[in-house]
């Protein structure tokens, strides 16, 4: 079983999260949880010090952490982004590529299943801050910036 997943060359971030409203309150912590509901803009101005930033899902249905995670990376964050709370199997291919690069689930993941939805499509429709040109593009690749 799958307990925490990382996607990264480097190690993963052991570092203590704080909260988003004490973070940007102190110079010191390179480590900050972002909860349900709270702005990822909010740590725009402090990108270039953080190391991780976990983003809660409370429940599987709210996908208000996929915005914050494209929002960072949109902004230029390359620290490590991990998933975290109530993540299933089948979110993960599309929280990677909002940008997730590491996950730790509440509940433990099969193996199996994790590898079976990472490999299961070769290509992608949409897209995305992940870098990989969607299936269109491949045919059309004169409209990618449209």
């Given at each position: 079983m799958v307990e925490f997943l990382s996607f990264r060359e480097d190690d993963a971030t052991?570092?203590?999260?704080?909260?988003?409203?004490?973070?940007?309150g102190q110079s010191n912590s390179t480590a900050v949880r972002i909860e349900a509901g709270e702005?990822?803009?909010e740590l725009l101005p402090h990108l270039d010090r953080l190391s991780l930033v976990e983003v809660n899902f409370p429940a599987?249905?709210?996908?208000?952490g996929y915005s914050?995670?494209?929002?960072l990376r949109e902004a230029?964050?390359?620290g490590e982004l991990r998933a975290v709370g109530d993540v299933l199997v089948d979110q993960i291919v599309a929280m990677r590529r909002c940008g997730f690069d590491s996950f730790h689930p509440a509940?433990?993941?099969d193996d199996a299943?994790?590898?079976?939805?990472?490999?299961r499509y070769a290509d992608v429709y949409q897209k995305s801050v992940d870098g990989r040109a969607p299936i269109w593009a491949k045919r059309h690749p004169e409209n990618l910036d449209g």
């Open positions: 052991q570092e203590p999260t704080v909260t988003v409203e004490a973070f940007t702005d990822a803009r599987f249905g709210d996908g208000r914050a995670a494209r929002i230029g964050y390359a509940k433990a993941l299943a994790v590898e079976r939805a990472l490999t």
